[in-house]
């Protein structure tokens, strides 16, 4: 698929551009398919396309894919995508993300100071930004039905069977950054994490006609 003219800022889609989607396995291609299939049949019918992706603690990796599929959606040129993040819990987005996402050329701004803090994460000067704070899968800020829910953890896909009001349910793991929190290579695996989830959204967006 041609990337169409953007305005992303010039360090992210630098990053995009450089991704190597073909780093990705077969078996890992064929674990991403059924979300390319989700977004293709809603993007040839002109439908919203709608993601809720979902962690236990809604504070890492499913905030991480949450940005970088809309991101990722604006390098395609794909419209009407509206990217979710939740939990089986509620806890906070933890600060090392928004970290990782700023040295990979985001800006963002927190919105308030609380336990469960609201941010928003800009990849474009002239997007809205991305509303990112923890929350339960079912909270009233995401959607209520005809929406893909990935999971993207072990934890939530076993503790989830049934997300109500899903149009379909894919489970797209990743290994938790968390492991290495308070490590010497806390920086190096959350930037690792954060590219891994970018490279598998970007293939997952250029497969789209």
């Not at 009233?140 to 503790?159: L, Q, Y």
């Not at 489970?171 to 490279?199: C, H, M, N, W």
């Amino acid at each position: 698929m041609i990337k169409m003219k953007t305005q992303l800022f010039e360090a992210v889609d630098k990053l995009i551009s450089n991704l190597d989607t073909n780093s990705i396995s077969e078996t890992r291609k064929e674990t991403l398919q059924p979300l390319i299939d989700f977004i293709q049949e809603k993007h040839a019918n002109g439908e919203t396309i709608r993601l809720n992706f979902i962690c236990t603690h809604n504070s890492r990796r499913s905030h991480l894919s949450q940005i970088w599929a809309q991101t990722l959606a604006e390098y395609y040129n794909i419209k009407n995508v509206d990217s979710y993040s939740g939990g089986t819990e509620a806890t906070a987005l933890f600060p090392k993300v928004a970290e990782t996402l700023i040295n990979q050329g985001f800006k963002i701004q927190k919105l308030s100071e609380s336990k469960n803090p609201v941010y928003a994460v800009k990849f474009a000067s002239n997007d809205h930004s991305v509303i990112c704070f923890s929350k339960r899968l079912d909270d009233d800020f995401n959607p209520k039905s005809d929406f893909a829910a990935i999971m993207t953890c072990d934890s939530a896909n076993e503790a989830c069977p049934v997300v109500s009001g899903a149009a379909c349910r894919i489970p797209v793991t990743f290994e938790d950054p968390k492991a290495f929190d308070g490590t010497p290579q806390q920086a190096e695996k959350y930037a690792e994490r954060s590219l891994q989830i970018a490279t598998e959204l970007k293939y997952v967006f250029s497969n789209i006609k």
